[in-house]
């Protein structure tokens, strides 16, 4: 946007920003034989309009470009890992757009996903940091795409983590985005992965089949006891209230907000948490969460759950855009003073949930809002459950065991034949 022309300062703007161009004209006008004094007052409004006209001597305020950046990935089985990563992407630009490799990437680079497209593009269109999401992106960045980015999308620069990316014949799958000088690295988040969490799932089953069934062949006894140390093992991470900050809104609500309340525990937090948690801010001006602990969680859906622990679903709930506040460590019942605490009015709940089971003299922990009137149950849009997703990584692993097996049996069956023909 151009400033208020001065006509009194043109002269001097022209010798300060274009002194080439003045010296030509002071001296073309020297050779007409045109005095200073001409320059000086007798032609300064018909000159100096005519050079406002042609904007030579404008001084312009440039916006600052808007850096745009973009980083890629599988996003299989969210975590606060990935919501992190794209945390530190953004801080590296203005806007951040968001790559999601495509089923069939990756059944082609690393076997077959655990969620789908659908369900992990809502997992990232959620996340409070995202403000674009490229479907179907390709897992390497091969030149056409790269080109795609830099004209169509404007991107600036080509983000990734630490962490080696490497191609199935091992060459760098970002190669051509740091030959091209428009790559840019940010630290992996230490302490949980998708192969992680894998882990900590397959390693608490006894028998896949029972995954979901608290009363077939869940973890029972010393198993369970086993699956507790490991997951001491296992989550090494460590939070931070620097990591809280980062992830938090940091704004509670104004003096007249709506505070709506939604509370559970938010395990494997998946597209069917999103779904609800958007559909609970639109009933209010503020979306306060309760996340459950490990023991309460642990207590109503028994072992092998929850798999992630209170600090990791913590910031995993956080980071979502249409969550304003949680509180870590939420009681199991909605009291009466955590409604005049909290200055809640509205206290929701999914039709899609876990089967909780009640303790011994326990009560419908919704007892309170539903006496008052200001509780509602709200229809959830997916089907999705923690159990659910806790099947499909079973059976993705059962299928690869199968697949492993029989490429085993045919190998050894090859080399069983090669060595019968060459011994005749």
Known sequence: MAMEYESNNWIWDGVYYCPHLFGGLMLTAALLGLSATYFGGIGLFPLSYVWSDLGIFHKKKREKKRIRVYMDGCFDLMHYGHANALRQAKALGDELVVGVVSDEEIIANKGPPVLPMEERLALVSGLKWVDQVIANAPYAITEQFMSSLFNEHKIDYIIHGDDPCLLPDGTDAYALAKKAGRYKQIKRTEGVSSTDIVGRILSSVKDTKGV?????????????????????????????????????????????????????????????????????????????????????????????????????????????????????????????????????????????????????????????????????????????????????????????????????????????????????
């Open 212 to 424: 979901g069934d608290n009363n077939s062949t869940l973890l029972n006894g010393d198993l369970g006891e086993k699956h507790q140390s490991q997951r001491g093992q296992i989550a090494q991470f460590l939070l931070t209230s620097r990591r809280i900050v980062q992830f938090s809104n940091g704004q509670g609500p104004g003096p007249n907000a709506r505070v709506v309340y939604i509370d559970g525990a938010f395990d494997l937090f998946h597209a069917g948490h999103v779904e609800i948690l958007k559909r609970a801010r639109q009933l209010g001006d503020f979306l306060l969460v309760g996340i459950h602990t490990d023991q309460i969680v642990s207590e109503h859906r028994g072992t092998p759950y929850p798999v992630m622990h209170l600090h990791e679903r913590n910031l995993s709930v956080l980071a979502c855009r249409y969550v304003d506040e949680v509180i870590i460590g939420a009681p199991w019942e909605v009291t009466k003073d955590m409604i005049t605490t909290f200055n809640i009015s509205l206290v929701v709940h999914g039709t899609v949930a876990e089967s909780n089971t009640l303790l011994a003299g326990e009560t419908d922990p919704y007892a309170v809002p539903k006496s008052m009137g200001i509780f509602r149950l709200l229809e959830s849009p997916k089907r999705i459950t923690t159990s659910s997703v806790a099947q499909r990584i079973v059976a993705n692993h059962e299928a690869y065991m199968k697949r492993n097996a029989k490429k085993l049996q045919s190998e050894k069956k090859y080399y069983e034949e090669k060595t019968y023909v060459a011994g005749d």
